[in-house]
């Protein structure tokens, strides 16, 4: 179980802010933001054309959420949740039918002007019965991750997206760290971090990991690996200089590594966009004999 505790929310009487343990995702533009950050990576990138789709589905995302939202009365009853654990476990929470509406309106949305790989794989997603996409979505959630289509992933991941971070967003929580460790997952839905942050700006030098799923972000403190939560043999590579925004993090002890992003080199990053236009640094790690410990929701394993 984590070691950030979430009770409900109740007003405050303001003082001296102290580090906020949780983060949860504001969605107000949240999508197109990244969708406009792929395509300004996309600008002579050797992937400009991969980066580009990814933002047609964020945009699509974008444009489901402000057309067809979660219902108000799901939010509401969101308040129940709350209480020990992760309040939107993946393994705990029954899912609503809004997911498979959403992947149903992104399928729609992608189609236009689809070429026939990708016309292929939305077809095959199309002409599923609903439960065989609910057990995709488990296999996914659970991170079995092989055991769906690689080329059919990233859509139902998007949709999960889409709902879960709607979910989170709408929380009425407040978080409190406590003495323990066990970070390494989101403490509102128990997903893996797509990567680090270090943030600017009133939580400058701060760093949250940022949720692969929910997208939310918890803090933790730096110099510690945010999978083993080792600290004796932690390395920083880039591809750049020394203070360059994209860095990864290495840890001896378990052999794995994530991104880390800092946003007081370059206010425009994005992680899930950044992530998936750094895969160079990936294949430097990979070279040096580390794993990954988490997944890009562009890039599941298999993917081209």
Known sequence: MSSIKLTPLEPTSGGVEEISALLLPD??????RRAARLRQLAEGHEQ??????????AEAQQAIFERSPVAAEELQALVARIGD??????????????????????IEHLRRDASAPLTKALDAIGGMPAE??????????LGHYLQVDSGQALFFWAALSLYFSQLASALPVTAQAQVGEQRQHCPVCCSAPVASVILSGKRAG???LHCGLCESRWHMVRAKCSNCEGTGQLHYWSLEHQDSAVKAESCGDCQSYLKVFYYPHDQRL???ADDLASLALDAGLE???????????????GQA
């Open 27 to 32: 969605l107000r533009q949240h999508f197109s």
């Open 48 to 57: 400009a054309d991969y980066l580009r789709f990814a933002a047609r589905v």
């Open 85 to 106: 654990g992760a309040p939107l476990d993946v393994q705990r929470l029954p899912r609503s039918a809004y997911w498979q509406a959403a992947l149903e309106q992104l």
């Open 132 to 141: 065989q996409r609910e057990a995709c979505a488990e296999q996914l959630l």
């Open 206 to 208: 701060l760093r949250y």
């Open 270 to 272: 994005e992680p899930v």
């Open 287 to 301: 070279a040096e004999g580390f794993a990954r410990s988490s997944i890009n929701p562009f890039l599941f394993p």
